[in-house]
């Protein structure tokens, strides 16, 4: 089977796929599973590979200092502390350069999310999804990003 996805459903449906348990699927079944992880494997690797380049690269040096600052700020502020490693207009500035630089990264991996990426293989009867779902605790969403693996 043939199917045409976008890498952002491909990068779902890995995430739900990689921590999948098989028990219930009959042994040709777990074969054929583990064959579509294969075929989406490379393609969410790859989009991780190049999100944590694009927040590396994008993102400023300052941002990580900033975020064990803004932890323990928002730690010590739960406890009433007085010691604050920042004031509060600093945390709110450091919030906002945080928004607006995760913004910049949302908009850069867009086009790649977007990307559609031809995948082949073989499907699993609705019988066999049906004990997948039965061997994993998935939600409907969980189980939704799976639909298209059935024929």
Request: glycine share 4%.
């Amino acid at each position: 089977m043939e199917k045409c996805l976008k890498t952002s459903e491909i990068v779902s449906a890995y995430k739900v796929l990689s921590g999948a348990k098989y028990q219930k699927l009959e042994d040709a079944d777990k074969i054929r599973l583990w064959k579509i992880s294969r075929v989406l494997k490379p393609i969410a690797l790859q989009f991780e590979e190049d999100r944590a380049d694009a927040v590396k690269t994008l993102m400023p040096e300052s941002i990580s200092e900033g975020m064990g600052k803004a932890q323990e700020y928002e730690r010590l502020k739960a406890q009433n502390a007085d010691n604050l490693p920042m004031t509060e207009d600093e945390y709110k500035g450091f919030v906002k350069e945080l928004a607006s630089c995760s913004e910049l990264v949302k908009n850069a991996m867009r086009e790649i999310l977007e990307k559609e990426v031809r995948l082949e293989f073989e499907p699993l009867s609705e019988e066999s999804f049906g004990k997948l779902l039965a061997s994993n605790d998935w939600n409907l969403t969980q189980a939704g990003h799976l639909e298209f693996i059935v024929e």
